[in-house]
């Protein structure tokens, strides 16, 4: 008994880590209730706005030893992404920026510099930016 016992412990496989999604979706990094004034320069940022994700990989966990590979491509920065302002059945585009590279140690981060329009209307509204939720602002 005590001998199957051994064997069958000997024979278990170890315990693999179970990798756990952490890649963020691209978002806007303002919060809702943003208070932009017609005709005004306004600058918005936006993170993770980069296609792929490293989130899965690969471990050999072994008696002794522990390693670990990426299965997945680098992230690239998304190019060309639009911002948009929604207010009401009316749309603006508000500008088109590259995200920034993984050199620059900030990859995924956006930043769109921009006058608000000043043919928009006081009240409610929504900025929007290509793969990204909407983010409700006021305008003044």
């Given at each position: 008994m005590l001998v199957s016992s051994l064997l069958a412990l000997a024979a278990a496989p170890f315990p693999q880590t179970t990798a756990s999604a952490?890649?963020?979706?691209?978002?806007?990094?303002?919060?809702?209730?943003?208070?932009?004034?017609?005709?005004?320069?306004?600058?918005?940022?936006?993170?993770a706005f980069a296609d792929g994700c490293?989130?899965?990989?690969?471990?050999?966990?072994?008696?002794?030893?522990?390693?670990?590979?990426?299965?997945d491509p680098p992230p690239t920065p998304m190019e060309d992404v639009r911002l948009s302002l929604?207010?009401?059945n009316?749309?603006?585009?508000?500008?088109?920026?590259?995200?920034?590279?993984?050199?620059?140690?900030?990859?995924?981060w956006v930043t769109w510099s921009f006058d608000l329009p000043s043919d928009a209307k006081t009240g409610p509204a929504r900025l929007l930016a290509d793969h990204a939720d909407r983010v409700?602002?006021?305008?003044?």
């Open positions: 952490s890649c963020a979706a691209p978002f806007l990094d303002v919060s809702d209730g943003l208070v932009l004034r017609r005709g005004a320069a306004a600058s918005i940022e936006g993170r490293r989130d899965s990989m690969s471990c050999s966990t072994t008696l002794g030893c522990d390693d670990c590979e990426y299965d929604v207010q009401g009316r749309t603006w585009r508000l500008g088109v920026a590259d995200a920034e590279t993984a050199e620059s140690n900030h990859l995924g409700r602002i006021r305008i003044r």
